[in-house]
């Protein structure tokens, strides 16, 4: 197995703030640190007052990114880039998007927060997405033969 790219360091720092992020929101505010929930609040708020909070939230998300390219600690870190087109990359946001709503909640929601929170009904999401990933790997990786 060759593992690229792996950074425990970082990665245990950005799962401390992550649930220390997730932690302070709950203990602040009463919410869940849910993206989906958060950034579909700003579109279907049934308080108006509420969007400040949630615009502060994901900018902070977008800033702490760059904050950590910017830094230096990001050294040595592969980029991302799309293998696909714009247009799919937009249909699949959309489907996400879509998928969360349906879902009444996003990854983020469910497994850090739901969680940590106890809920059965995050437990079964969580494992349907864990479950669904590790099939999708299986079946791209050795049914398809495609390597990343």
Not at 12 to 31: D, E, F, H, S, T
């Amino acid at each position: 197995m060759n593992i690229i790219n792996f950074t425990p360091l970082p990665a245990l720092a950005g799962g401390a703030l992550i649930g220390l992020a997730a932690a302070l929101l709950l203990l602040a505010k009463g919410r869940i640190a849910g993206i989906s929930g958060i950034a579909g609040g700003l579109f279907f708020a049934e308080q108006k007052h509420d969007w400040g909070w949630r615009v502060c939230f994901l900018v902070g998300l977008v800033l702490g990114g760059l904050v950590y390219q910017w830094s230096g600690l990001g050294v040595g870190v592969s980029h991302i880039s799309a293998v696909v087109d714009t247009p799919f990359l937009v249909a699949g946001g959309l489907l996400v998007g879509i998928g969360t709503q349906i879902g009444t909640g996003c990854t983020s929601g469910h497994g850090i927060c739901g969680l940590a929170r106890r809920s059965p009904r995050s437990l079964v999401a969580t494992l349907c997405f864990m479950g669904s990933a590790i099939v999708t790997v299986y079946i791209i990786r050795h049914l398809l033969e495609v390597s990343s």
